[in-house]
């Protein structure tokens, strides 16, 4: 089979992939408290209106604004307390003219009031008489119902990821239960008659599988849940009999190959027997991961990652990722910001392919500056060595230290 | 209790807490496999190197570089192919001066071969021999024995957080377990007569607790484990009782107040009883979150967090996070990478104080821009609405429209 009759660009190829797949209809009602890292499978609104009472925002004195007006320090206007707003119960009086009330923060105001005066700019002067030394406007110093989140508002809508704001969201809005996307299952496949297992023995010429175990990790981190097939020598028709119990099995596939190209090769053929429409791109303009495939089988993704360990990492980064945050529902899909950085060192570049380099990204007074970790792709620990990924985008032949570049972390 | 008597800047209020705290000494042996996120405990290392053996990095011919010298299209080289080297075997033989052997990539080279030619750059010409049409120099498309990591070597040191590439790197070692960080198990308590739990039925002038779940979602985040005590009225015997025995079950304690100030004052009270030396800081020159109180007692850290939800989240992630961080051992606490963005709106800020505004981060051609979401601080869903916080820095006067300024994603 020829490979790479023609090389894709990485956005072209992630847009061919990601405009033939649809969200994964599956969703699921969990515990709110659950949810952290989850994504939202519907809009969420709330029934009542936040805060569902008026409520200070000072300790002080809960007036009509009215009474107010023209007080001063030298010319106090002098109003009468009928009382204490207890925290956490309603007031049981309202003011009426010439009145007020003894409020703290968060307290409930009473009915007709519409401003608090702040402490400070009062004076206990004896008996149940208050002077206050500062005017109000209506609504000051207080929050009013529905300020923050109005009855029947959309809260969190269709699509996001829940952070520990929206946790607390929503226990402020007692939903305890919301519905989320079902983490999709992807199917991991390692094939290489090199690879064994981790904990197997090593003998002469073979190496340890580290890709079903960085991917499992990446999967895991971007809400998928991973399930490993193992390792199996290049003989097709293993590896297209374990395909396609996974493809069964699971929501998504990744296949990575043994490093020789005969192996690539055997992985492309076992991905268009799988099923239909198959191949949709065979090489992607990239380094490190050019033999990359992408491919849909039966309305399931199957992508064939390089056998590398880097260049796995890296193109599941770029195609993985987000086909899990689009079968998840995710609208802010490969929404991973970028930060620029001065250069430390020249990067040379093949003009025409996007290159991505590991760099170690330092913070210094005038901003971030990256420097470059040059390595053979296949050196998993210079990774490990790295806190983030320099971009060269295609049109550059190579990027010049003192630069600003594009810079991605690595998390 | 005079209240505030001086504020602390946050840098200097963070310093004095840290300074006081040392590394949780617990640590735990954990399968690799489940190491995501957790930080390391003690340094890692290699038995052996990798690669073990010397690899290809291309598909071709291994041979002594000196008999490809001088090499090229119209004067070629002539090998003896003595044989084809298997993947995930030893060769079985050694190449002699004038013999070559097929090799793919990932295969261990030979005995006595020294480096690959691609196989773009040979021919073969009948019978065992092979044409070379292009010298290489010692060590070319080969990775030498010990070139991603030397025997003996540190691959991971102390105090890291595992990622995927360390996963992935610990795998092609071997290495099945690590010893990591215990997480820290971290109380929280709220308190305020106003507060009920997020189930129950809200009656006039009640809120429902926010922060106990907030900040858990914080701590999971983090690597903490959250154990949740409740809520509590202002009664500072029940707050003292309830406080006591969480600071027994727990490596560290959050508590956060009631609204009001006379709640603030009464957690103020509790903590100073709890043990010594007690509260290092109360209250902290920033916006939101003036109230913070930082103690240790009893050789825990406990937080007293101010009671409304955007405060509370916000001081957390400025004294909470990197409190857990420096628990686990990490070796870079907080650092929370930031992004400079063009502001649209002017801030209005007092100088001399630090403030935190919610805002939304938005990349454009130029690079970032943000748009800060004004809102009142306990309005918990101007975080739900926000994507980062904008820092105006203590000595500023505000930020103008069009300045440059610091922005850190919320998470």
Redesign the interface.
């Known amino acids: 089979m020829p490979e790479f009759l023609k090389l894709i660009p990485v956005k072209q190829a992630l847009q061919i992939l990601l405009s033939q797949i649809q969200v994964n209809a599956i969703a699921e009602r969990i515990d709110?408290?659950t949810a952290?890292g989850r994504v939202t499978a519907e809009s969420i609104r709330s029934s009542l209106p936040?805060?569902?009472?008026p409520?200070s925002?000072v300790?002080g004195y809960a007036v009509r604004a009215a009474d107010t007006f023209g007080a001063s320090e030298s010319l106090p206007a002098y109003l009468r307390v009928i009382g204490e707003?207890?925290?956490?119960?309603?007031?049981g009086f309202a003011i009426n003219p010439g009145e007020t009330g003894l409020i703290?923060?968060?307290?409930?105001l009473p009915e007709s009031s519409n401003a608090v005066v702040m402490i400070e700019y009062t004076q206990p002067v004896g008996g149940d008489t208050v002077e206050i030394l500062h005017s109000v406007a209506v609504g000051e110093n207080i929050?009013k119902v529905g300020?923050?989140?109005q009855a029947g508002q959309e809260?969190?809508p269709y699509g996001v990821r829940i952070?520990?704001?929206?946790?607390?969201?929503?226990?402020?809005?007692?939903i305890?239960e919301i519905v989320v996307a079902k983490k999709p299952i992807v199917g991991i496949i390692s094939s290489?008659?090199?690879?064994?297992s981790?904990?197997?023995k090593?003998?002469?010429?073979?190496?340890?599988?580290?890709?079903?175990?960085?991917?499992?990790?990446?999967l895991?981190?971007t809400g998928a849940i991973p399930k490993r097939y193992g390792v199996f020598p290049?003989q097709e028709d293993t590896i297209h009999s374990i395909c396609s119990r996974a493809l069964d099995e699971c929501d998504m596939l990744v296949i990575t190959a043994?490093?020789?190209?005969?192996?690539r090769d055997l992985t492309a053929r076992v991905i268009i027997k799988l099923g239909s429409p198959g191949v949709l791109v065979h090489g992607v303009n990239i380094k490190p991961g050019k033999p990359t495939i992408l491919a849909i089988c039966n309305d399931k993704v199957v992508i064939g990652l390089p056998?590398?360990?880097v260049s796995a990492?890296v193109i599941a980064g770029l195609f993985v990722v987000p086909v899990v945050e689009t079968l998840l529902g995710l609208t802010k899909v490969g929404f991973h910001?970028?930060?620029?950085a001065r250069l430390t060192t020249n990067i040379p570049s093949q003009a025409g392919r996007e290159d991505w380099v590991a760099a170690s990204?330092i913070?210094d007074n005038e901003?971030y500056q990256v420097d470059p970790i040059f390595s053979?792709s296949?050196?998993?620990?210079?990774?490990?060595r790295?806190n983030s990924m320099v971009r060269v985008p295609a049109d550059a032949t190579g990027l010049s230290a003192g630069e600003r570049v594009e810079v991605y972390?690595?998390?």
Request: aromatic share 6%.
């Open positions: 709110t408290l952290l936040l805060p569902p009472f409520r925002t300790d707003i207890q925290m956490g119960s309603s007031p703290h923060t968060g307290g409930m929050i300020e923050d989140v809260v969190i952070r520990p704001a929206e946790i607390g969201g929503l226990a402020a809005l007692g305890l290489g008659d090199e690879i064994i981790p904990d197997g090593l003998l002469p010429g073979q190496v340890r599988d580290v890709n079903s175990y960085s991917l499992s990790a990446l895991d981190q290049d043994g490093s020789s190209a005969s192996a056998g590398n360990p990492l910001p970028k930060f620029w990204l913070i901003g053979k296949n050196l998993i620990f210079s990774l490990v790295a972390l690595l998390t």
